[in-house]
């Protein structure tokens, strides 16, 4: 059962996308396209926090897979109401810690990361957040080297637990800086773990991206763009 937040009710265009995600019929491209108009969507849903202004300066945080279409998206949109956001993309290798998968781990293989000083806002976008393994990854290597004031996690879709395992993972001085953006929370998994109707399957396989060994070989357009943007001379 799909529980939809006060913004996605709000939004018949929201409520388009998330349907968009779940049709089989959706081909890869315009899979991708949609990623990318929720991520604006999601920018629009942050700007309504308090915690920003011109003068906040900003990390975006994703994984591979998320950097060309949802992060490409928040940033896009974005980073024309605040003083600086930085790029973080981080390559995880999703995997169990013991043979019953009762743990889930994402251990990180390879990072793209811009300047990480003077954080305001940590921003971790997200997919899609089920066991909240990667995230969970991803935030704590970040918060080993910065300090924000705010930590916002915005993802179109959420699994109904997502939230309370996330907050239980960090001490209370860090999950107090939690603020949640997401449009729809499910509360069904399948027997192989997939949220339903979350987003419509597996991420990689509909991005085009076939599974998760060959996505990590994929280096985001984003990241080849500001990689080039950032070099001296």
Not at 207 to 221: C, F, Q, S, T
Request: proline share 3%; with cysteine.
């Amino acid at each position: 059962m799909r529980q939809l937040s006060q913004y996605a009710q709000n939004s018949n265009e929201v409520k388009l996308l998330l349907d968009r995600l779940v049709d089989q019929s959706t081909q890869s491209q315009e899979y991708a396209d949609t990623f990318y108009q929720l991520g604006g969507a999601l920018s629009d849903f942050i700007q309504n926090s308090k915690f920003l202004s011109t003068r906040t300066r900003i990390t975006l945080a994703c994984s591979s897979e998320d950097a060309d279409w949802l992060s490409k998206g928040i940033l896009e949109r974005l980073e024309k109401h605040v003083a600086k956001i930085n790029l973080a993309v981080f390559w995880n290798v999703r995997a169990n810690a013991f043979e019953d998968n009762s743990l889930a781990i994402a251990p990180i293989i390879k990072t793209y990361i811009e300047s990480l000083e003077n954080v305001d806002i940590l921003i971790i976008c997200k997919s899609i957040i089920n066991t909240s393994c990667v995230v969970r990854t991803n935030l704590t290597y970040l918060i080993e080297r910065i300090t924000p004031e705010k930590i916002f996690i915005a993802s179109p879709v959420l699994f109904e637990k997502a939230i309370p395992s996330l907050e239980n993972e960090f001490p209370k001085s860090v999950s107090d800086k939690f603020e949640f953006f997401y449009f729809a929370e499910d509360n069904e998994v399948t027997s192989s773990g997939e949220v339903v109707p979350g987003i419509g399957g597996s991420v990689y396989r509909r991005l085009g991206l076939e599974d998760a060994i060959l996505k990590n070989k994929y280096i985001p357009v984003i990241v080849k763009e500001r990689r080039e943007a950032h070099l001296p001379g």
